[in-house]
């Protein structure tokens, strides 16, 4: 298998469903959608669309049964961005390399981008093409990116804002903020594809485990919590173990996981 080409191939599947499901800019409010557009097309690398596609794939679904759930992750994760830049969140003007979506637009504008990015993944997945799986889907993404998910991991970090962070705190930020919606991805994709409930579990497992190692990697690229928490050494080794627990619960799809497996594997050798 080749990984780069393969991970092109999703990106621009994934990219053209996008720009269907997206309001073209010349719809009323053009500077609204302008900005939404600019948000989700600015250069993101597509990882979790990307999970969801190869999740449902190993559980023996096809692209089609998990396009609308991997636009709907992609578009959670780009409002999550969003906010997360603006004034009274992290603060940042720059993100992957461009102007902030508030900095480009307006701080309006970027939180009103936001809520619709937000707004549109749920609408996509309930007019989704896995039928029966639909509120199966919408429960799950729901309850990722609540209090109990990604906005309460977001919540504890900002609490911890210039605060030294311990190894529990640091996990429960981790696993929250930045895992769940990798989590949900996997889970998600399974969903998508009718998978029984012991697939669903073990898809969820390894989501787990990846989402944790995937921010640790974040950090050594970084410089972030994780190599102040653990050391950088440290940090690569606990990366390491948990890609190497999360490839072990896909043990029972056999070589069906092959494609997930390469994924975690170059997520944690990753330089970008
Ligand atoms: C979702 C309801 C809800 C609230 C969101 C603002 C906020 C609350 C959360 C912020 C979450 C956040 C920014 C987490 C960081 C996750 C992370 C490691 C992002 C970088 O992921 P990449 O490398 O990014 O996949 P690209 O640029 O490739 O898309």
Do not use: W
């Not at 989700?40 to 669309?49: A, E, N, T």
């Not at 720059?94 to 637009?105: D, E, N, Q």
């Not at 050391?231 to 896909?250: E, F, H, V, Y």
Request: charge should be positive; include cysteine; glycine fraction near 8%.
């Amino acid at each position: 298998m080749n990984l780069i080409k393969l991970l092109q191939e999703r990106r621009d599947l994934i990219d053209k469903a996008l720009n269907r499901i997206l309001p073209k800019e010349s719809a009323k409010p053009g500077k609204l959608h302008k900005a939404m557009r600019y948000s989700v097309f600015s250069g993101g690398k597509r990882i979790r669309p990307v999970l969801v596609i190869e999740s449902c794939l190993c559980c023996g679904g096809a692209v089609n049964d998990a396009i609308d759930a991997a636009c709907a992750i992609e578009l959670v994760h780009t409002f999550s961005l969003i906010h997360d830049d603006l004034p009274g969140m992290d603060d940042d003007n720059y993100r992957r390399g461009k102007l902030a979506c508030h900095r480009k637009f307006d701080e309006a504008t970027a939180i009103l981008a936001g809520d619709a990015l937000l707004t549109l993944a749920f609408e996509v997945l309930a007019r989704g093409r896995a039928p029966g799986a639909e509120i199966k889907l919408i429960r799950e993404l729901a309850a990722s990116i609540g209090s109990l998910g990604i906005a309460g991991g977001q919540y504890v970090d900002i609490e911890y804002t210039g605060r030294k962070k311990d190894a529990k705190i640091l996990n429960y930020i981790n696993e929250h903020k930045t895992g769940m919606l990798i989590k949900a991805s996997l889970k998600m994709g399974a969903l998508a594809s009718g998978a029984a409930s012991g697939r669903v579990k073990a898809l969820e497992t390894f989501g787990r485990y990846t989402g944790e190692a995937f921010q640790i990697v974040d950090d050594i690229l970084d410089g972030g919590d994780s190599v102040k928490v653990f050391g950088k050494k440290d940090a690569l080794n606990k990366a390491r173990l948990l890609t190497s627990k999360a490839n072990a619960a896909l043990d029972i799809f056999k070589d069906k996981a092959d494609e997930l497996k390469t994924i975690s594997d170059y997520l944690i050798k990753r330089r970008f």
